[in-house]
């Protein structure tokens, strides 16, 4: 085994929000000759551009606050590249929207938003784009007042292709869907379907390795099933003390405490590491949930451990790819969890380590998409998925192997190196049988439900 990374050493320091961020941005005040005055490319009233993000709960958030300085503003998107910005009006000012986005995106850091933050520097390019981003999302929320059918699967904002896409099982509900959008005056070009089977949480009875102290991807089993243990992590409001997080789905009640007798163990019985759960908060409704549904932000509960050493806070093992069989993956070392230096490499393919699968690939990533779980999908677990549950802002993957077990595994982006460091970026919990969907929470997610933001998050 290797000799763990020293964070001191390596002065990758994550950085301690002690107090409300309230951001002006300051931007140039030039519009094309062509544009109605009344009208500018970029919005520049101080009062205007003053943006909290500790506001921001989903990707969406820090978008919406894009186009609230930019009315031609369509979309954006992180690819290898650099960041992909998409405009209604070509002839707006590239250099002037640049300097409205970047502080933006610089900001998202504070929410935990690091698909967005960690490309704040990156090189932009322009393209077009026909709707714009804040008519995009207005069609959503008309879409929302209505009962969403039985039978949706996910429901998002495509950036790349600049369209409502909704993920249905039949095309019975998508004639349904095709009624909500006409009676909302929703372009038939504005929505893009796509038909799919419904994901499945990943729980299995399989055993792992013991490991001492615990960390992220190694085996943890409940009575509620046998899940990967996805991150260790302390909370400023309880200095000293150590807590990990996994899917709620692998909780004997999802979304509600259980009770403290009901006992975690790494990897299995009768090696104790935990017992009930310290927060797995109850849905809410209202906007932005769906009318008629109840939402969270994540499938992520928080279980503080039995002794606050027990845990190697920010730390993720690294195991052997996909094996080809049980057991489950060999632990060979571990690794920290380090702030990057590079702004923006690694995050469009993301790495997931689950204690059946071990470490594999995720790609294609559809960013702020929300779930609605299949309730038929998830009658195998400890407690049956009520039928009008939503988990909004989810990140989905179109590729990458995954198993039962594999629920509440830690998913990071790597940065170009060497060397390489993981930077945490959601807890897995769904996929389906296809392969062409896996869901994960991401970490701004998580922390909305668990810590009432990712600055109370501690990683070191």
Request: aromatic residues 10%; charged residues 15%; proline residues 8%.
């Amino acid at each position: 085994m290797k000799t763990p990374f020293d964070l001191t050493r390596l002065n990758y320091p994550f950085p301690k929000v002690v107090a409300p961020i309230v951001v002006a941005l300051l931007v140039s005040s030039c519009a094309p000759e062509s544009q109605d005055p009344s009208a500018p490319a970029v919005k520049t009233s101080q009062a205007s551009l003053e943006i909290n993000p500790r506001a921001w709960r989903a990707h969406d958030d820090v978008l919406d606050a894009i186009a609230d300085r930019v009315p031609a503003f369509a979309g954006l998107y992180v690819d290898s590249t650099g960041i992909v910005v998409l405009l209604t009006d070509p002839a707006t000012p590239h250099a002037t929207v640049e300097a409205a986005i970047r502080p933006v995106l610089a900001a998202a850091e504070v929410s935990g938003h690091f698909e967005l933050s960690r490309a704040s520097h990156a090189p932009v390019r322009f393209e077009r784009g026909e709707f714009a981003f804040a008519q995009l999302r207005s069609w959503k929320r008309g879409l929302y007042r209505h009962e969403v059918p039985k039978g949706t699967v996910f429901v998002g904002i495509d950036n790349r292709s600049n369209r409502l896409a909704v993920s249905v099982t039949s095309f019975q509900v998508r004639e349904e869907w095709d009624r909500m959008a006409t009676a909302e005056g929703v372009s038939s070009r504005a929505i893009e379907f796509n038909y799919m089977s419904p994901p499945f949480p990943m729980t299995a009875n399989l055993r792992d390795s013991v490991a001492s102290p615990t960390a992220g991807g190694l085996q943890i089993t409940h009575s509620g099933g046998t899940c990967t243990l996805g991150a260790n992590v302390g909370l400023s409001s309880q200095p000293g003390a150590n807590y990990f997080i996994t899917a709620s789905h692998c909780s004997n009640n999802m979304w509600a405490v259980d009770a403290s007798n009901d006992i975690w163990y790494q990897p299995a019985y009768p090696r104790r590491v935990g017992a009930g759960e310290d927060t797995d908060p109850a849905p809410f409704t209202g906007s932005p949930c769906p009318s008629g549904r109840v939402c969270r932000w994540s499938d992520a509960t928080l279980v503080r451990y039995d002794g606050d050493s027990i845990g190697s806070v920010g730390r993720v093992t690294r195991a052997n790819s996909v094996p080809s069989g049980s057991p489950a993956p060999t632990i060979s070392y571990f690794e920290q969890y380090a702030w990057p230096s590079c702004f923006w490499c690694g995050l469009v393919t993301n790495t997931k380590t689950g204690r059946t699968t071990g470490t594999t690939t995720f790609s294609a990533n559809y960013s702020s998409q929300d779930y609605y779980p299949d309730s038929a999908a998830y009658a195998g677990v400890g407690v049956l998925i009520r039928s009008n549950w939503v988990i909004l802002s989810q990140n989905v993957f179109t590729s990458g192997a995954a198993l039962g077990g594999d629920s509440g595994a830690p998913v990071y982006a790597y940065e170009n190196g060497p060397p390489y460091y993981p930077l945490l970026t959601g807890i897995y919990h769904a996929g389906n049988a296809a392969g062409t969907s896996r869901v994960v929470s991401p970490l701004a997610g998580v922390a909305n439900d668990l810590a009432g933001g990712y600055f109370n998050l501690i990683f070191y």
